[in-house]
């Protein structure tokens, strides 16, 4: 099975900062990574697929980036209602291993 | 209105018998693979099982032998068996769509549409 490590775990920011969220798997993917956001008691909410690409109606603030092993979540000025937890997920191979997440607190 | 709706959870005793049931609607339910994903109160995302448009069924080492994923395309629905549960199954069950993207032999998949969940608690 494909580990998903993430980094952080956790991170407090300021509404207004960038923020960058790392995904790294154990072994090579291409690009079959994906990002997803979770609000307390809710669905996970896709947000990108293929690494880098915005699913339809996610606001440009966030992009994706990285191919490989090494892949990177930003929201480039982080707003009141993304503070949430952050998934990245491997679609490379069954399992579809989630990374453990990064929780989003408000500073 | 793109949506899945699922049903079935409760409370159950270490050992015993659950099915889970996922309707889905706005969509044609047919063409798409799906899944299976739980979150353990407080935890993380843990994909369970998937079922692809053939039939063709995967599971995760915990669950495989005890749940037995299915779909019945007439009824737009998608299925969860469980089986022997344990007090480590106990989580919120989601079912979460397959999208897929691109074209030629090059495709990507991500969980575009998922249900609200359903609460399966094993305890005696």
């Known amino acids: 099975d494909i580990q998903m490590t993430q980094s952080p775990s956790s991170l407090s920011a300021a509404v207004g900062d960038r923020v960058t969220i790392t995904c790294r798997p154990s072994?090579?993917?291409?690009?079959?990574l994906n990002w997803y956001q979770q609000k307390p008691g809710k669905a996970p909410k896709l947000l990108i697929y293929?690494?880098?690409t915005l699913q339809t109606g996610v606001p440009s603030r966030f992009s994706g980036s990285g191919s490989g092993t090494d892949f990177t979540l930003t929201i480039s000025s982080l707003q009141p209602e993304d503070f949430a937890t952050y998934y990245c997920?491997?679609?490379?191979?069954?399992?579809?291993?989630f990374g453990q997440g990064t929780k989003v607190e408000i500073k | 209105e793109v949506q899945l709706v699922e049903s079935g959870g409760g409370l159950v005793q270490p050992g015993g018998s659950l099915r889970l049931s996922c309707a889905a609607s706005?969509?044609?339910?047919?063409?798409?693979?799906m899944h299976w994903v739980r979150q353990v109160t407080g935890k993380g995302l843990e994909w369970v099982s998937g079922?692809?448009?053939?039939?063709?069924?995967y599971y995760s080492g915990s669950v495989r032998g005890r749940f037995t994923i299915s779909r019945e395309n007439a009824k737009n629905s998608l299925y969860l068996q469980m089986n022997n549960l344990r007090a480590g199954d106990t989580a919120v069950y989601y079912c979460?769509?397959?999208?897929?993207w691109g074209s030629g032999s090059n495709y990507y998949y991500a969980m575009d549409v998922w249900g609200q969940g359903t609460t399966v608690t094993v305890s005696s």
């Open positions: 997920q491997q679609s490379y191979s069954t399992p579809r291993t």
């Open positions: 072994e090579t993917i291409s690009k079959y």
């Open positions: 293929a690494a880098s």
């Open positions: 706005g969509f044609t339910f047919s063409v798409y693979d």
């Open positions: 079922i692809g448009v053939g039939g063709d069924t």
């Open positions: 979460a769509r397959d999208g897929s």
